[in-house]
């Protein structure tokens, strides 16, 4: 005979499940920010595109005093890629980069090459979502950052 108690330990441990899975739901599907813990806030669709909405995808290129060009400069240079996005490349995109990231940017980009640029130009490389996958469009010059390299 089983006794009488492993019901209730089972009623309530599957309580337990579902109150859990029942938070961690909650805070997957909606924007909450700040610790959650131990509970992983992850909206993975909250931010989706519609068909027609243009994607944040930018490249820079530099520009040397003698008037070349190298376009994808951020993936010659040793900074990972989240630093460039969140500190250089949106701020720029957004005009709001200040006299202080600007002096930042010439430390990070200048030195990186033989030759250090004079200009950095960003570029919106045009993508935007269509229905059966990225529609291409004309890359467009969205902002610039002389550099004042030594």
Partial sequence: MRPMSFGIKSFAISCLIVTILGVQAYIGFTRIRGTTWPFVSYPMYAWAKQEGERLEDYSVTAVFA?????????????????????????????????????????????????ESPVRLELIDTGVSVGRHGAVYGEPQTVGTVDLACR
């Fill in 66 to 114: 003698d008037g070349t060009e190298l376009p994808d400069y951020e993936r010659v240079i040793d900074t990972p890629f989240w630093i460039l996005r969140e500190n250089f490349v949106l701020p720029i995109a957004r005009q709001e980069l200040d006299a202080d990231a600007a002096r930042e940017a010439a430390r990070v980009f200048c030195g990186q090459t033989a």
